[in-house]
């Protein structure tokens, strides 16, 4: 009778090939879970500025919901007049005022806020436009937010958006 010799060799090496392979799927697996949970943390970063403009909109507007003075009060300010500069991101232009809009604080809060947008998220921007409800003072806006994502890209980055609308 015989033997047969190195069969079991052969066995153990198409089970460490197989193991082998499942421990690389696995590693590429992990890897895509960080790049997704990175994109997933910059996107609610982005939800929570959302969230603070419009904490700082409202806060603007309160003194014309309360104001009871029979005396006619003065609108609340445009945010969107407020653009960043293209040449610099980290600071802000505003625009003059519509008649009758007060001006109390517009750019000293979009300045805050831009410079607070561009230390959270890489190479970000905005874009905020106004819309219905001008006539009677109370602004609707809606808030884009774009960032670069590399992490989300194969190769360079990848520019992210989030938007939302504050009223």
């Known amino acids: 009778m015989k033997r047969q010799r190195g069969l079991s060799?052969?066995?153990v090496m198409v089970s460490i090939l197989i193991l082998a392979l499942g421990l690389l799927g696995l590693a590429g697996?992990?890897?895509?879970?960080?790049?997704?949970?990175?994109?997933?943390?910059?996107r609610?970063?982005?939800?929570?500025?959302?969230?603070?403009?419009?904490?700082r909109i409202?806060?603007?507007r309160t003194p014309f919901l309360a104001s009871s003075d029979a005396l006619p009060v003065r609108l609340?300010?445009?945010?969107?007049?407020?653009?960043?500069?293209?040449?610099?991101?980290?600071?802000i232009t505003c625009q003059a005022q519509d008649t009758g809009h007060d001006v109390y604080l517009?750019?000293?809060?979009?300045?805050?806020?831009?410079?607070?947008l561009?230390?959270?998220?890489?190479?970000a921007t905005y874009t905020l436009t106004s819309g219905a409800g001008q006539s009677t003072g109370f602004y609707r806006y809606t808030l884009t937010i774009?960032?670069?994502d590399n992490r989300a890209a194969a190769t360079g980055s990848q520019s992210t958006s989030y938007s939302t609308v504050l009223e």
């Open 44 to 55: 609610s970063i982005a939800a929570d500025i959302g969230a603070e403009l419009g904490d």
């Open 118 to 123: 561009r230390s959270q998220l890489p190479n």
């Open 9 to 11: 060799l052969i066995e």
């Open 58 to 60: 409202r806060a603007n």
């Open 76 to 91: 609340p300010p445009d945010f969107s007049k407020c653009t960043q500069n293209s040449g610099d991101e980290d600071h």
């Open 146 to 148: 774009t960032w670069n």
């Open 29 to 42: 697996l992990q890897t895509r879970a960080v790049i997704m949970n990175q994109s997933s943390y910059y």
């Open 106 to 116: 517009v750019s000293t809060e979009m300045t805050e806020w831009n410079s607070f």
